[in-house]
């Protein structure tokens, strides 16, 4: 059973504090530096990370590292993604400001907040309750307002507001899990990693002609744990 935390979060403004941001110049040299010497050219997603706080998005005692490149602990075993996988990951789905977005692995909010300001509705789902508690209070104090957080197993996606225009997914499944597939709208674009110890991240695309799927980088994520993992079990056993 699956629980709402707050249907849409909150109102608020991040960095609601008057006078200059000292973290601006931080986002900015971590853009420049890690992301857009990558390759990533896509304006909006470059503009949203110069943006959102990612110190806002790490445990107190990680936020001093919290632009440098490389991914942080967050608890539970998880991890907040390297700045740079983050915005190659958005750049891959090639959202407009229209969509409606499904995210699978909420972890610490801060890929989930980024997506927030690049789409027009975004649904998100993380199965461990007690990141889905802290993300939630985090992503209402930087003023989430079209975010709708579940806690549950993301292997299902959310049926009941399918079909979506781009699905993100930021846990490593075996093989890409069919329900997240039949959510998918035509046009719509899915990144996902997939693999074992090897992972590849993958784009699907729903084209007329079916899914059209490619390998863009390769990537080392967390393991995609409940029904995936079962699923997985499964197959071995046959």
């Not at 930087?142 to 993301?154: I, Q, S």
Request: charged share 25%; aromatic share 6%; with cysteine.
């Amino acid at each position: 059973m699956v629980a709402l935390l707050g249907g849409l979060l909150g109102s608020g403004c991040p960095g609601s504090t008057s006078g200059p941001d000292p973290t601006a110049r931080a986002r900015a040299g971590m853009v420049d530096r890690q992301i857009v010497a990558r390759g990533v050219k896509d304006d909006r997603v470059l503009a949203v990370l110069r943006e959102v706080p990612r110190h806002l998005f790490v445990p107190p005692d990680q936020a001093a590292q919290a632009y440098e490149d490389h991914p942080l602990p967050i608890g539970s075993g998880q991890t907040i993604s390297q700045p740079y996988v983050v915005a190659f990951m958005s750049e891959q789905l090639r959202l407009t400001g229209t969509e409606k977005v499904l995210e699978i692995g909420t972890g610490s909010g801060y890929q989930t907040a980024v997506l927030s300001r690049l789409a027009a509705r975004v649904f998100t789902i993380e199965i461990r309750p007690e990141l889905a508690e802290q993300a939630a209070a985090r992503l209402k104090e930087f003023g989430a307002e079209n975010v709708e957080l579940r806690a549950g197993d993301g292997f299902f996606g959310w049926p009941e507001e399918a079909p979506f225009d781009a699905i993100l997914v930021t846990a490593a499944p075996e093989k890409v899990p069919e329900p997240l597939v039949a959510q998918l709208a035509p046009g719509g674009r899915m990144v996902i990693p997939v693999g074992g110890f090897y992972q590849e991240l993958k784009v699907l695309e729903r084209t007329p002609d079916g899914i059209r799927e490619t390998s863009v980088l390769p990537v080392r994520f967390v393991p995609f744990v409940g029904e995936a993992e079962r699923h997985r079990e499964g197959e071995g056993e046959r």
